[in-house]
Every structure is written in structure tokens, then in C-alpha cells.
């Protein structure tokens, strides 16, 4: 498994926009495709983005797409994502995770490792 470590999280007001990051160390990171869930309280954790193994490929939620951007530098074994037009509905720890299936998918049970999280507060 790879061990994965978020940051970049905070408090933003609506509209605005935070970049976060998920560090990754212990296997080789270029062999997973991966993926940012999100989790509000009370609420089921959701898929927000996620990423191929070499970034050829993304792929995103209906309600982010045009607003969020996930990218990838594999030689700093990072994942990225970007998020612009915040919304407070959008209040929730987000989590990076990693899954060694060829093409990542929108189901959190497939993926293998997942960091700790990070908390995104949007303030109305």
C-alpha cells in the first residue's frame, strides 16, 4: 500500500478557491490511479475527482466539472486539486486515495489506501 498525506485545506468564502494536496510515499506512485472523495457530516462519503495513472485522464462529479481540476506530478508523487467557485454545500473533509485498478473509479470501496483528510470549510 501507499501511504498518502492531504493538505491544503482551510477555511474559504463562498466563491472562493483552495488548491489541496495529497503526498504520497512507500510504493511507487505512478502504478496508481487516484482520487479525491469528499465527506460532509452526517453524509455518505462522495466521489469528487479522480485521475489515471500518468494524468492522460480525469474525470469529475457533474456539480464540479468547469470548477475543479485534478492533476498529478509523478516525480513528486503528488496529486493535486484545485478548486475554484466554492460553494458552502461543498463543506466537507476531503480525502485522497489511491487504487491499483487500471482505471479509477467513482466507488470508494475500490480504492486501497486513503489518507487522513483534510478539512474545506466554505463560509456564506
Known amino acids: 500500500q501507499v501511504q498518502l498525506v492531504e493538505s491544503g485545506g482551510g477555511l474559504v468564502q463562498v466563491g472562493g478557491s483552495l488548491r489541496l494536496s495529497c503526498a504520497a510515499s512507500?510504493?511507487?506512485?505512478?502504478?496508481?490511479?487516484m482520487g479525491w472523495f469528499r465527506q460532509a457530516p452526517g453524509k455518505e462519503r462522495e466521489f469528487v475527482s479522480a485521475?489515471?495513472?500518468?494524468?492522460?485522464?480525469?474525470y469529475y462529479r457533474d456539480s464540479v466539472k468547469g470548477r475543479f481540476t485534478i492533476s498529478r506530478d509523478n516525480a513528486k508523487n503528488t496529486v493535486y486539486l484545485q478548486m475554484k467557485s466554492l460553494k458552502p454545500e461543498e463543506t466537507a473533509v476531503y480525502f485522497c486515495?489511491?487504487?491499483?485498478?487500471?482505471?479509477?473509479?467513482?466507488?470508494?470501496?475500490?480504492?486501497?489506501?486513503w489518507g487522513q483528510g483534510t478539512q474545506v470549510t466554505v463560509s456564506s
Open positions: 512507500g510504493r511507487t506512485f505512478s502504478a496508481y490511479a
Open positions: 486515495a489511491a487504487t491499483g485498478l487500471l482505471a479509477p473509479t467513482s466507488n470508494p470501496r475500490d480504492y486501497d489506501s
Open positions: 485521475i489515471t495513472r500518468t494524468g492522460s485522464s480525469s
